[in-house]
């Protein structure tokens, strides 16, 4: 892609690859106004996969910008940061969805003691240790 100016507007210059940082910089930013509305809808503080889609997204056009565009390397550490967390975050979502993560839902041993089954074996150990 070629860097050379698409227009100027009241003295700023815009490239393309500038373009490509405004993107990131409003999907990074943006993402804080969608987590503030989905906690406004749930009445408690959510975190919805779309804010860590959103994050990535940002990251990856802003690492895209810092790296062709502009080539800092501060830029590039401050984002390629936090397009990791999003995408450890995404894992964590989706594996817990799908049910990988039951060892580790708090919630799986109440489920457990409240289910006939549970109950069942439970009076079955009983009568052996009885015995």
Do not use: C
């Not at 804010?51 to 565009?69: C, D, E, K, T």
């Not at 039951?102 to 079955?124: G, N, T, Y």
């Amino acid at each position: 892609m070629s860097n050379d100016p698409l227009f100027e507007i009241m003295g700023w210059t815009v490239r393309p690859w500038k373009l490509v940082g405004y993107a990131g910089t409003f999907l990074f930013a943006g993402r804080w106004f969608v987590q503030l509305a989905a906690s406004h809808w749930a009445k408690k503080p959510v975190m919805p996969s779309l804010f860590w889609y959103m994050s990535i997204s940002g990251s990856a056009l802003l690492l895209a910008y810092f790296i062709f565009g502009n080539n800092d390397s501060v830029g590039i550490l401050s984002n390629l940061f936090p397009a990791f967390i999003a995408g450890y975050n995404l894992y964590l979502h989706y594996s817990h969805k799908n049910g990988l993560n039951k060892q580790l839902d708090p919630e799986v041993p109440q489920q457990a003691k409240r289910s006939s089954r549970w109950a069942a074996a439970k009076a079955i150990s009983v009568k052996k240790r009885r015995k």
